[in-house]
């Protein structure tokens, strides 16, 4: 077992693996996007001070107001990042699942964080710890080009968010998301798994469970999807993405 500051929550452990994971960490590094311009060295550097953390579902990863003392990878599973009022209400800002990144910003700025992280699966995370990092950034321009892709990217998927949310109608935001889960050059027609219950998804996408589910019948009434569970089939994605940019469809 480790102890993390801000890792793990208040008093809380995560599981962590020893040195034979530095091969698997070093592999996950590597084909992190942020990591890709990176020397090959400065990868393996990182990845000797690098641990893996096996976090239970419904663990927190991370909470509001705490400081991180570094980022995280995650290697299988699935992290909720979201905000919390003081009523109970829950925004959920990001999903990351395998392969994708968080803490970076809050690890760079060294200020609290501004979300509570938790576990929506059995999840193994790659702990990248700040120091490293911070050195990797100041000797690899590779890595820094990749580090401020990775973070502009996401800053403009927020915006990309707040746009839908803000201007789009839900049928709008919920075609849109159906089909930013369809992968590039997948059989046809594409069939999509929700990567969260429906609670968590319509938190994330700024509706009600209630909502979210009257608005999957409505596209299948329309003939564009059909829903077994958590498994969606996109009929007709053409005209899925004509709902989406606010064309009703013919």
């Not at 311009?37 to 107001?65: D, M, N, S």
């Not at 959920?92 to 994708?100: F, I, N, W």
Request: glycine share 12%; charged share 20%; with cysteine.
């Amino acid at each position: 077992m480790i102890w993390l500051k801000g890792a793990a929550g208040r008093g809380e452990h995560v599981q962590a693996m020893g040195a034979p994971a530095n091969r698997l960490i070093e592999g996950m590094i590597a084909n992190l996007p942020m990591f890709r311009l990176a020397e090959r060295r400065h990868v393996a550097e990182l990845a000797r001070h690098a641990r893996t953390l096996q976090v239970a579902r419904g663990q927190f990863v991370c909470r509001r107001g705490e400081r991180l003392e570094g980022f995280f990878a995650v290697a299988y599973g699935m992290v909720k990042l979201a905000l919390r009022g003081e009523g109970g209400d829950e925004k959920v800002l990001r999903l990351a699942g395998p392969g994708e990144t968080f803490g970076e910003a809050v690890m760079y700025l060294d200020r609290p964080g501004r979300v509570d992280g938790v576990a929506l699966a059995d999840s193994l995370l790659v702990f990248m710890p700040a120091t490293p990092v911070l050195a990797l950034l100041a000797h690899d321009p590779g890595f820094a080009r990749g580090l401020l892709a990775s973070i502009s990217l996401r800053m403009y998927g927020l915006v990309s968010d707040l746009e839908s949310e803000s201007l789009h109608q839900g049928l709008q935001r919920v075609a849109t998301y159906l089909g930013s889960l369809a992968e590039a050059g997948a059989p046809a027609p594409p069939v999509v798994r929700l990567p969260a219950t429906k609670t968590v998804i319509a938190a994330r996408l700024g509706v009600t469970k209630e909502t979210f589910s009257r608005l999957l019948r409505e596209l299948g009434a329309m003939g564009l999807i059909q829903v077994r569970k958590r498994e969606i089939t996109l009929l007709d994605a053409s005209r899925l993405g004509e709902v989406a940019h606010g064309h009703a469809p013919a």
